[in-house]
């Protein structure tokens, strides 16, 4: 059967996979309300194409952190890739970089950095947890400066694993012949069964919960790599994320002046009213600024940690008029179509990650099936580009959707 749009590698991954590895590359928290409202929400916003445009030139290349892409379409960081093929973070590494962009690599990849680093030339960033042994925290971010990595992204949204039910159903563990590659000489690379997640008890045993502001300013100091913040959930920790930044950078020349938080916002409040979601991701993205963060990633998590938080398309655009143009905003999360990542950039973002369709291929066809997801969703964004008149990313506009939230006014026809 030829594949046609990403979407459908998902059901044959499901074939392919062990219920229980499939389960945890597909399942979200406790509900998983949060995990459908990520696709449902771009749903809900409609286009408002232009006509009469000449398109027969298309330019979708774009920068991040000075990287010149191919396209606004990275792959964001997730976990042991080997459960889905046996090349795993392998194949994924040069699925991306063949088609010029982003691989960010998991901690917890069933390949190391130094080994994603052997597979050629590429752009890549390492996502890090923080271990209660800082040791093991600083032993992994050398290896990882020394393999090229270019950029570290912190993820402190995860003290503790969300209730992922499927993994507590399944008694989710590591395959045997499987570790976690980059704990492996630490003897951190495997995973114990357990009477629930075998990950969750992983998380419980390793995962410093006291992980603190000052532990992000330490981190600076060990390293040369713009630090990424991922999983911030309030205004205030925002503000706090951009302060440790500034401070750092003016008091060690090796940050220099491109150090960057890639600030990762999700809500832990639920309402009906827009404007109540609106705010909490404003304060947030004002308290970035604030402190002077060099970006935002608007994410969730893909839904796997607290159920009930807003899709991230939803947040987005409260975000972007609150950073007001000082610093790029960018967004994962239920990212499945060309149209997506369109609708995406006209509500501000400077691009978007990947993370499901990723593994989903790779479970199907390898690395040719993460190589087939990218140009399809490249060649969809593409297409949407041209048929609602842009040629290129600084073209498209808010002008060129509509959403469920707009103010009625703003539904009317244009003054002629």
């Known amino acids: 059967m030829e594949i046609t749009n990403v979407n459908e590698y998902e059901a044959i991954a499901k074939e392919k996979l ?28 409609l286009f408002r194409p232009r006509i009469l445009i000449d398109v027969s030139k298309i330019d979708m290349t774009t920068t991040v952190l000075g990287f010149k892409l191919s396209m606004p379409i990275m792959v964001a960081p997730t976990a042991m890739q080997k459960m889905a093929h046996p090349e795993g973070e392998y194949a994924t590494a040069r699925a991306a970089s063949a088609a010029g962009t982003i691989m960010t690599l998991s901690s917890w990849a069933t390949s190391s950095v130094e080994e994603v680093a052997s597979t050629g030339p590429g752009i890549r960033f390492f996502q890090l947890y923080v271990y209660k042994d800082r040791n093991v925290v600083a032993q992994l971010v050398r290896r990882a400066e020394r393999a090229g990595f270019k950029a570290i992204a912190l993820t402190v949204d995860t003290p503790r694993l969300g209730r992922r039910e499927s993994d507590i159903k399944n008694r989710f563990t590591l395959p045997p012949n499987l570790t976690l590659k980059n704990f492996e000489v630490l003897d951190l690379g495997k995973m ?145 179509r060309g149209t997506d990542v369109f609708k995406a950039i006209a509500l501000g973002a400077s691009g978007i990650f990947i993370g499901r369709p990723v593994v989903f291929s790779l479970a199907a066809e390898g690395e040719a099936g993460v190589r087939k997801v990218l140009q399809m969703m490249r060649e969809e964004f593409e297409l949407t580009m041209a048929l609602s008149g842009c040629t290129s990313l600084k073209e498209i506009t808010r002008n060129h959707i509509i959403t469920d939230w707009d103010a009625p006014q703003a539904r009317l026809l244009p003054k002629l």
């Open 192 to 336: 114990d069964e357990a009477n629930d997640s075998g990950l969750a008890s992983y998380v419980a045993g390793q995962i410093d919960r006291t992980l603190s502001w000052k532990d992000v300013q330490w981190l600076q100091t060990i390293t040369k790599l713009p630090i990424l913040v991922k999983g911030v959930l309030t205004a205030e920790d925002g503000e706090k994320t951009l302060k440790s930044t500034t401070q750092n950078s003016h008091s060690s020349s090796s940050l220099a002046s491109w150090v960057i938080a890639l600030l990762v916002i999700t809500l832990h409040f639920v309402t009906n009213s827009p404007k109540s979601v609106c705010y909490f991701f404003l304060s947030a993205a004002r308290m970035a600024v604030q402190a002077g963060a060099a970006g935002i990633i608007v994410s969730n998590h893909g839904a796997r940690q607290l159920d009930y938080v807003p899709a991230t398309i939803i947040a987005l655009e409260e975000v972007v008029k609150a950073a007001q143009g000082k610093i790029p905003v960018f967004l994962d999360g239920g990212v499945r």
């Open 18 to 45: 062990p219920k229980m590895v499939f389960d945890y590359y597909a399942s979200g928290a406790e509900d998983q309300w949060t995990l459908q409202e990520n696709r449902n929400a771009f749903s809900r916003i």
